[in-house]
């Protein structure tokens, strides 16, 4: 019975381990897919910027993004091995455990059968009842064969079941042996394609480091275009909300709000927000390559560039697209040729810039996911990146955090 107890007890924590292995693997590997996707679009793009003949800041700023995520895929092979690791080690504590538990089974069953063999003719078990002082004694001899068979029964049972258990744990140990073996060989991959992309990093950075002056007149002019988005953003934020508080004031409506909202814009409004997290991308397919708020320039030492939204590259000729239900608020000429759309989902907007052909209109209802324009691309560094913004009221978000990761 105290056999039969610890071989149950085993098998409910390998069973339990079993589970909270796969759950924590699953996760490991939808993480590693996701990285390894965005590498793929990343190391497209970076063949793209690699058209033009000279190396620019685009190459850069692409190369450093398929850098991060390439050591953020090896961390993650490196966490599923020492996670397989730690299951090879206690599959094999369990295979030790249930094979000192089957030795001990199999004894006690031999026991058993010695027994049996000793006392199997018909003719002893019957006066063994029958040699009974008393009518309970012999009741309770009768019991204890009756007992003895089943406890033999069971026992032979639970030496299959212990068997087979064992049987699947020496089976999965050598599939994590091999799934091990895979990983260790990704790992060594993605060591050596890190290297050579450091390498090429460096390289990258001690040629445009002698552009220095060039580097510095770009981005002076990249924060004036910056500046006059904002302040456009800001002009159409103040006619909105005067707009919006003259239009209910002719309705008789009381607001509080900034953009004095209609029972429907209220809606759209909350929506959103509640959507916070799990908005569609503006792109088809693309990566991050600049992030929210300040950070240093990729060459220029003791530069700090600070960014309103985020820019996502992607291939050229990509379309953008609403994140979510609004009507367009403007549509706006920005320095470079391009074009801004600027769309109101109650006292939202959401900002999309560095379109080269625009499909919308001032005033025009759009859903989530519809087309708005064609993004640019830069022809001198062949770069094709969307800047997206995020804004309540007066307050610039974080895109990041608001739309979902892909």
Known sequence: ??????????????????????????????????????IRITNQLLQETKRTAEVNLGQLVVLN????????LLGTIQN???????????????????????????????????????????????????????????YMRMRHLQQYGRHRRQQAEKITETQERLDMQISELQEERERQQVLLARQREEVSDLAREKAEQEQTVSRLKSREQQLMRQLRQQEREAQELQDAIRRIIAEERRRAQEKAAAEGR???????????????SDNFEENRG?????????????????????????????????????????????????TVSRVISVPGGFYAVIIRHGEYLSVYSNLAEVFVSNGQGVSARDEIGVVGTNSREAKTSLHLEIWRGNDKLNPASWIARQ
Do not use: C
């Not at 085993?10 to 996707?37: S, V, Y």
């Not at 993004?65 to 953020?72: D, P, T």
């Open 1 to 38: 019975m105290k056999n039969l107890l610890v071989v149950t007890a085993i098998l409910f924590a390998i069973t339990g381990q079993t589970i909270l292995f796969a759950q924590n693997r699953d996760e490991l590997e939808r993480n590693k897919e996701n990285l390894e996707r965005e």
């Open 65 to 72: 993004n398929q850098i991060n995520r390439r050591e953020q």
């Open 80 to 138: 599923e091995i020492r996670m397989i690791n730690r299951r090879i080690a206690s599959l094999n504590n369990s295979i030790e455990e249930l094979e000192n538990d089957l030795e001990d089974l199999r004894e006690s069953y031999a026991r058993l059968i010695r027994y049996a063999a000793r006392n199997r003719d018909a003719y002893q078990r019957m006066m063994f009842i029958f040699s009974s002082d008393n009518f309970n004694q012999a």
């Open 254 to 268: 009381v607001t509080t709000d900034m953009f004095a909202l209609t029972p429907e814009e209220r809606l759209i």
């Open 278 to 326: 799990s908005l569609p991308w503006p792109l088809e397919r693309g990566v991050i390559t600049s992030s929210f708020g300040e950070q240093a320039h990729p060459v220029l030492p003791g530069i700090k560039i600070s960014n309103n939204g985020i820019d996502i590259s992607t291939n050229e000729g990509a379309l953008a697209r609403s994140i979510f239900d609004g």
